[in-house]
Each structure stands twice: as structure tokens, then as C-alpha cells.
């Protein structure tokens, strides 16, 4: 007997023995001929190397061609395309903690539960949670020119990579053994302005007879897209033609308040101070400050590194490198935090513990109350004197990962590595003031200043203050894994894997002092932080139990040091009729550690704008609709609150199950699949938005503060554990080519996904809620890919279509109509749907000189308008853009 044959046996054993304990799975693998020498690939799904990509889980594999044919710029566009993705988080999201950043949800499972991967291995989160709650993993700063392909794995991998993959894994297989170099430039610009973009890439890379070294490196600089520059799609104004619900802001220069005689601009000094009259007060129109997306700058670098050893190890490893600054822009604060009190001829400011009373109301703060009543008043002021709210956000990612691999007695395939990841977030913030600043103008003096009249810029200068955030979280990881043949069986050998990893995570987010303490006008903080580490073992066999018939099992075991432990196995079929015809079924327990932003997390502070339903009806308004009364408009439309979300040490952990069944059908010139899934979650966490707690009211009752007359003040938006929540689907793939002979070669590829039930259920008692019936999800979603390639010429054609679906608030104007009688026509309270297209074309002037153009959103379609969304720019930003059309030409070069 051969030392190797003994040593493989020895190894097979003590690993086969070790593993019983923890599992079972993989997907099927083909056996090659006697004479072939087939290799084996990892594929995303399972950690046995096999022969064939099709497993019994579904996984979606699109190659760096792929998303060049279709026209993407950067990863996030190629995944945003995916019609399993049900909504993404942009950098549209100006608004929001995390305006810099992006991520994408699968299956409707949210982006902190889908796992992000490059080749194999985890990245760190964002150490800024998005909305001040979600941990996520940040897909702006990807290596576009380093992917060879990305694996998209729809359907839960908890038995596989542990807690996160319970939508799905994303996975980026970057190229391997680049050799010589290549330089390519690409210069993009959308035809209605804004947005005009560059990028600039260059590859290296040099083997020897026993390594090589690739280095990826990409400079992006996109130019800023106002909401000025979209006109022609309606969203440069707060009065949007196509939403009867939009409206100027009504925190223009004016004063509110139980009294009357007060001070009233004319529409003409309206219009003097900088201000919009509305035709019943002096409003102000927003959107001239906003962006649409923001200014950025990117520089992305990954290296990575092989060197043999000797014939069976070799020496691994990758070096990434990225840096970004992204600056964006939003409207000018608006302020109503002064509270005036006229009694008698005294008039007395205050705002917290700050106080100060004048003696002679017809005198102090202009004379704006010299004949108003005895009452409670406040100023509604846009203070645009300071310019827009400025956020500049600069990145910096860094990884490093080194290690071994390579293979054990001829037959077993090994690795073992060390992972550091650290992500560093800086943001600065202009066009503030504190409360104490616009206090003492306010107060300033004898008699005080008015806020109705203009503000000179020596009194901003001197009432302004620059927040700032310094964030950082780490991951640093040791994992290693060992697969092969594990024993024989009469239909062919049976395959395992086995192995371990430890992961030590921890974050921090710090704002200013003043931020902190919540003394800055118009801006929370969500500061927080907390480590946690985590040790794993797992194990996978395939067994090979008829020639056609394969079970694969798969266990894994984590240890949390907050949470505990949990097992989480999956069970998969795969069963191969004919040599054509693949018919699947898995089913996998999942297991997810709460974020942890939402358990060691600060409060998150900040400011929002709701409509509060149920006050606005009481005083005899229309919720969305202008009312002449300002203190109506204002409880009917923009009513400005302050909201707390963050942490709840009291969570647990979530658990639930994924499954799939479906069949594969793959011959010559004809592929296609469909696969039925589900999942469901117990004890998914979540926050309600403050918006959506104004909206439904009476279910959430309990997270509103209200003061004496009823009127929203603040919302507690704290995370919490919801009863459940189960999302049902069909996801579909049809792929054909023609040979077409001389005239070349025509591929055709459609895909589509079909959400059958989105359902959640707060607490036991509560009733079950159909989130495509409330509103703001699309319930299905197909693309279609058609490729012309004849001798050195290739152009696609896409298209991309979203269906209609239920506008945002649709579920609160449902009831309101029902409970007064009216009538409700569904389709006037839909989102339309859309179809766009993109247009590309590539000609290869040589072997090493390759030529590009095409056309993005070809038919300029702009985003579809929520008749029911209140807020600007009434359309859903996780689902549409207002981009427009766009075009591109790009070169490459070899070298």
C-alpha cells in the first residue's frame, strides 16, 4: 500500500469521525471519466468543492462580462438589477445616518440579513447603522475591475457561513493569476445634466513558475445630481405636479401659535426674504438645496497573492485598500424650538432651561407681537441664511487576509487563514447652529432680534456650528476547512467538509458633545458601542445514495458571547432523472444575533416630519391635503417632531427557517429553472419609522408622545421583537442561444421573481399584516437580456421591469375612506409600473484593444410618483431613481 493511499485513509477517518458529531451535506458532484481530470470549484451555497454549479440551493452567477454587457458602472447597480433584490439603500437616501453608503435586501429580508463575501470570507459592517438601528455591509466601495464573477446564493445559508445569511449570500469571486496589464477609462454623463461620472482602472499582474501577484486599482469621481437638475421629472419643487399630496414647506418665516394680533408677512416680504408664499403663508421651497445624490470621489485598490510552497502548499493572501469622499447637500434647517409667552405688556422667551424676558412686547423682537393677545406662540423659520445642510463623509476601508492552502495526502483539499478587516467613518456637518447660539440672537440685546426679518452673516457666522462623527468598527477572523472523499458507496463516493472559525467584532461611533448631549438644532446623534466574538464549527457530507439521487446534510454549531449557542442544520435533495433535468429541495434552520448597534448602541436622536393622522383629523383637516388654518396645515403635513430609536438589551436572538423546491433544466441550446422558497423569521427585530407610527396610530399608540391639545411631539422608535414574519416566492430563469451561422450567435436571458405573501405579525394578539397590500413593495420583478455577438461586434439589449404596486401609505387611506364612507378606488393609490432599458455595444479592435458605448435608461424613464407618499420626492428610493437617461463610452487596453 502507497504512504499517500495509508494517509488519506488515516485522514479520512479522524475527519469523518470529528464530523458525525456536527453533520452532514453539499451539493452533487460529477464524476469524470477514468482518464479526465476534472476540477473542482467552491461554489457559493457550500464549502465541498464540486464539478457543477447548479446546486440544490439556487445561486444566480453573473460574470464581470455580464454586468459590462448590461451597462453597471459598479457593483451596487449589478446587484440593485438582481429581480431577487426587493429594495435597496442608495446614496439618494440624503436624509438618512448613512447617505455615503449602500447596501441592497434579498427576498425581503433586509440588508443587515444578507451576507456579503469576497471569495469566500466575510467583510466588515459599516460602523454606522443605517437609520441609527441596521448593521450592514457597505457595497459602495466594492473592487468593480477586480471581479471575475459574483455567486448570489438565494436562499438561507445559516449551516453554511453562520448568522447573517438569512435572505441570502453574496458572494464576489474576484480574478485569480492576472498576468501583464490593462489600463481602461470610462466617461459617463446623463443627457438632462448632473451626475457626470469618470473612471479611471488599472490591472497588473506577474507569475512566475511558482506564484503570482495581481493588483486591481480604480479611481471614480461622480459629479453631484441636484434635485435642480431634474425639472423635467417634476422633482425640482416641493409642489410636485403628479402628487396631490405635495406641498411647500410651511416652515418658511412665520409665526404660529393660541393667540392672535401677531405679525404676518405679506406675500411681498415673503418673497423679499428668500422665502415662497404659498398663497396662505410664507413657505419655502426645499428642494432648491437638495441633492438628489451626492458629489463623490473613489479610490478602491485589492491585491492578491499566491506562492507554491512546495506541490501541495502554497502561501495566499489579499490586501484591499479604499478610500472615499462623499459630500452631500440637504435643504437649510427649520426651527420651531422657541417657545414666545405674551401675558400682558411682558413677553418671555424660552427654550429648555433658557429663559429671558422683555418688559415691552410692542418694542422686543421687532415689534412681530406688539399687538398680539395673551397666548403661546413660536417662530416657524427656515433658516436658509446658513445654507444647506452639508454633509461631508470621508471612508477608509481596509482588509487583510493571509494563509495557507493546498492538499492533503493527493485527495484532500485545505485552508487555513487569518482575516483582519477595519472600517473608519468620518463625517463633518455644516449649516448648523446650537439652541444656545439662536437663543442668545433671538434674545440678543435690549429689545432682542426678530426671526422674520433677514439674518446678516456676521450673526450666522457667529451662531454656527460644525458637528462631526468619528466611527470605526473591526473584525478580525481565524478560520480553516478540509474537504474530499469521505467514503464509497455504490453509486459513487460521498464528499464532506469540515471546519472551524473564531470572529471578534466590535464597533464604536462618537459624535460631538454638543450632538450628543442633543443641544445642535435639526441634527440626532447615534452614537454607541460594542464588541462581541463568536467561535463556529461545521460540517457538510454528500452522499451519493442512488446513481441519480443525492442527499446532502450540513450542520453548524455558533457560540455567541451575548447571545449563546445554536445549531442550525439544512437538509438538501438533488435528484437527476435524466442527465438534463435537475429537481432540488433543501430546507435549513436560521439563526441571526441581533445587530449590534441595536443592543450596545446609544439612543438615536434625531428630528423627523410626520403627518399626524389622528390629530389632524380631530381639528377637521385632510391628512395630506393644504388647509388654509396654519396650525392645521402644519399637524395635516409637516409636523416637525423628535424621535429616539437605538438599543434594547432586552432583544433576542432571531430563528426561523428557509426552504426551496424546484428543477433545473439544462441542454444545449435551452436552460431554464424555477424554484418555489420561503422563509420566516420568529422574533425578527425591527423599529417602526416614526412616519408609520404617526400613520397607524392606534397600534402604536404606545411609542407616541402627545401634549395637552394631542398633538404628536415625539416617537420612541426602540427596536423590538415582532411575533414573525414569512415571505413566500417563485423565482424563474429561462437562458436560449441561437446559432445563427455567419450572422453570429444571439443569447437570450429572462429572469423573474414573484413574491406570493410578504406577511408579519407584531405580537401574538396582533393581527397579521400583508405588507404588498399596505403598500411599498412590488410583488414581482423580470428582467431580459438579449445579446447579438458576431466576430469581433457584441450589443444587448436589456430591459428591467418593476410591477405596479401599492403606494406607501395606501393601508391608512384605505381605512380612512372605509370608515367615513367614501369611495376607494385601488388603482388611484398605486405606484405605476416601469420598464426600462439599456443599450450597449462593444467592438474588439484587437485582440488586446477593446472599444464601448452604450445607453442606460435608454427611453429616459423617470422614477413612478407615489400618490400616497407625502414626503418628497414622492417616489420609493429603494426601488427608482431619478437619473434619467445616461450614456457611456469606454477603452481598455492590454498590455
Not at 437570450?748 to 405588507?771: A, H, W
Request: proline content about 3%.
Amino acid at each position: 500500500m502507497q504512504p499517500n493511499t495509508i494517509l488519506a485513509k488515516a485522514v479520512r477517518y479522524a475527519l469523518i469521525g470529528g464530523a458525525a458529531t456536527a453533520a452532514l451535506s453539499a451539493p452533487a458532484v460529477y464524476a469524470a471519466a477514468d482518464d479526465e481530470k476534472v476540477e473542482r470549484i467552491e461554489v457559493t451555497g457550500s464549502r465541498i468543492k464540486r464539478t457543477d454549479m447548479e446546486t440544490a440551493t439556487p445561486v444566480t452567477v453573473m460574470s464581470a462580462d455580464d454586468m459590462a454587457k448590461q451597462g453597471f458602472n459598479n457593483i451596487q447597480d449589478a446587484l440593485q438589477s438582481l429581480t431577487s433584490t426587493t429594495g435597496a439603500m442608495t446614496t439618494q437616501e440624503v436624509h438618512g445616518f448613512t447617505p455615503a453608503a449602500s447596501s441592497i435586501s434579498l427576498r425581503g429580508a433586509g440588508a443587515n440579513r444578507t451576507l456579503t463575501l469576497i471569495n469566500g470570507k466575510r467583510l466588515n459592517q459599516y460602523p454606522k447603522a443605517a437609520g441609527g438601528v441596521n448593521n450592514f455591509v457597505d457595497t459602495a466601495n466594492l473592487p468593480m475591475e477586480a471581479v471575475q464573477r459574483i455567486e448570489v446564493l438565494q436562499s438561507g445559508g445559516s449551516a453554511i457561513y453562520g448568522a447573517d445569511a438569512v435572505g441570502g449570500v453574496v458572494n464576489i469571486i474576484l480574478k485569480k493569476d492576472f498576468e501583464g496589464a490593462a489600463v481602461k477609462y470610462r466617461h459617463g454623463d446623463t443627457s438632462n445634466g448632473g451626475g457626470e461620472s469618470d473612471r479611471v482602472a488599472l490591472s497588473l499582474g506577474s507569475s512566475s513558475d511558482r506564484g503570482n501577484i495581481s493588483t486591481f486599482i480604480e479611481f471614480t469621481d461622480t459629479e453631484v445630481l441636484r434635485a435642480t437638475d431634474r425639472e423635467n421629472f417634476g422633482v425640482h419643487t416641493d409642489k410636485v405636479a403628479t402628487s396631490p399630496y405635495s406641498a411647500y414647506s410651511s416652515y418658511g418665516a412665520r409665526i404660529a401659535g393660541t393667540g392672535s394680533g401677531y405679525r404676518v408677512l405679506t406675500a411681498d416680504e415673503c418673497a423679499a426674504g428668500g422665502f415662497v408664499w404659498t398663497g396662505s403663508t410664507c413657505g419655502y421651497d426645499r428642494s432648491s438645496e437638495r441633492d438628489l445624490s451626492p458629489e463623490n470621489r473613489r479610490f478602491i485598490s485589492t491585491t492578491t497573492f499566491n506562492y507554491e510552497l512546495n506541490d501541495d502548499i502554497s502561501f495566499v493572501g489579499r490586501l484591499d485598500f479604499a478610500e472615499a469622499k462623499s459630500t452631500t447637500n440637504i435643504e437649510s434647517m427649520a426651527i420651531d424650538d422657541y417657545d414666545i409667552t405674551v401675558n400682558g405688556n411682558s413677553l418671555t422667551v424660552s427654550s429648555g432651561n433658557l429663559s429671558k424676558t422683555f418688559n415691552d412686547k410692542t418694542t422686543a423682537l421687532g415689534g412681530d407681537f406688539a399687538n398680539a393677545t395673551d397666548g403661546e406662540y413660536y417662530y416657524a423659520r427656515r433658516l436658509h441664511e446658513f445654507g444647506s445642510r452639508t454633509t461631508e463623509t470621508k471612508t477608509r476601508n481596509y482588509f487583510f487576509s493571509a494563509g495557507f492552502e493546498g492538499l492533503l495526502a493527493d485527495e484532500y483539499s485545505w485552508d487555513a487563514s487569518v482575516n483582519y478587516g477595519r472600517t473608519n467613518v468620518d463625517a463633518t456637518r455644516s449649516g448648523y447652529g446650537t439652541i444656545a447660539s439662536v437663543f442668545n440672537y433671538i434674545t440678543a440685546g435690549t429689545d432682542g432680534n426678530s426671526l422674520l426679518s433677514p439674518i446678516a452673516a456676521s450673526d450666522v457666522e457667529a451662531m454656527s456650528y460644525t458637528p462631526f462623527e468619528a466611527a470605526q468598527s473591526t473584525q478580525k477572523n481565524v478560520q480553516a476547512n478540509i474537504s474530499g472523499h469521505a467514503f464509497e458507496m455504490p453509486a459513487g463516493d460521498a464528499q464532506f467538509a469540515f471546519g472551524a472559525e473564531y470572529t471578534k467584532q466590535d464597533y464604536a461611533s462618537n459624535t460631538d458633545s454638543e450632538t450628543s448631549l442633543g443641544n445642535v438644532l435639526t441634527t440626532g446623534g447615534s452614537s454607541g458601542h460594542g464588541e462581541r466574538s463568536y467561535w463556529a464549527t461545521y460540517a457538510e457530507l454528500s452522499v451519493p445514495v442512488l446513481e441519480d439521487l443525492t442527499v446532502n446534510g450540513a450542520i453548524r454549531y455558533d457560540d455567541y458571547s451575548d447571545f449563546g449557542g445554536n445549531v442550525s442544520p439544512q437538509i438538501t435533495v438533488e435528484y437527476r432523472p435524466i442527465d438534463e433535468l435537475l429537481i432540488r429541495g433543501a430546507y435549513s434552520r436560521v439563526f441571526r444575533a441581533p445587530d449590534m448597534h441595536r443592543v450596545y448602541g446609544d439612543p438615536t436622536n434625531g428630528f423627523n416630519t410626520v403627518i399626524d393622522f389622528k390629530q389632524c383629523q380631530a381639528l377637521g383637516g385632510t391628512p395630506g391635503q393644504v388647509n388654509a388654518d396654519a396650525h392645521i396645515n402644519e399637524v395635516c403635513n409637516e409636523l416637525h417632531i423628535t424621535t429616539t430609536g437605538g438599543a434594547n438589551k432586552d432583544l433576542n436572538a432571531e430563528t426561523g427557517y428557509t426552504a426551496n423546491i424546484g428543477a433545473v433544466w439544462g441542454g444545449d441550446s435551452l436552460n431554464a429553472s424555477f424554484d418555489l422558497w420561503e422563509w420566516k423569521l420568529d422574533d425578527m427585530v425591527s423599529s417602526i419609522s416614526a412616519s408609520k407610527a404617526a400613520r397607524e396610530y392606534q397600534q402604536y399608540a404606545n411609542m407616541i408622545t402627545r401634549d395637552a391639545s394631542g398633538t404628536i411631539t415625539h416617537i420612541n422608535a426602540t427596536a423590538q421583537n415582532l411575533a414573525f414574519q414569512k415571505v413566500r416566492g417563485i423565482d424563474l430563469t429561462v437562458g436560449y442561444g441561437w446559432d445563427l451561422a455567419s450572422f453570429g450567435d444571439l443569447k437570450l436571458n429572462v429572469s423573474g421573481t414573484y413574491i406570493l405573501n410578504s406577511e408579519y405579525q407584531l405580537s401574538p394578539t396582533d393581527p397579521i399584516e400583508d405588507d404588498i397590500d399596505n403598500g411599498g413593495l412590488p410583488q414581482y420583478r423580470t428582467n431580459a437580456v438579449l445579446g447579438w455577438f458576431i466576430d469581433d461586434v457584441e450589443l444587448t439589449i436589456g430591459a428591467y421591469h418593476t410591477a405596479r404596486m401599492h403606494g406607501v401609505n395606501y393601508k391608512s387611506l384605505k381605512a380612512s375612506a372605509i370608515a367615513n364612507g367614501a369611495d376607494f378606488n385601488e388603482s388611484d393609490y398605486e405606484v405605476a409600473s416601469q420598464t426600462t432599458w439599456n443599450l450597449t455595444s462593444a467592438y474588439h479592435v484587437s485582440d488586446n484593444i477593446k472599444l464601448s458605448a452604450g445607453i442606460v435608461n435608454l427611453f429616459d424613464a423617470g422614477p413612478n410618483f407615489d400618490p400616497t407618499d407625502t414626503s418628497w420626492p414622492h417616489y420609493p428610493r429603494s426601488t427608482y431613481n431619478a437619473r434619467g437617461q445616461e450614456w457611456f463610452i469606454e477603452g481598455e487596453m492590454r498590455f
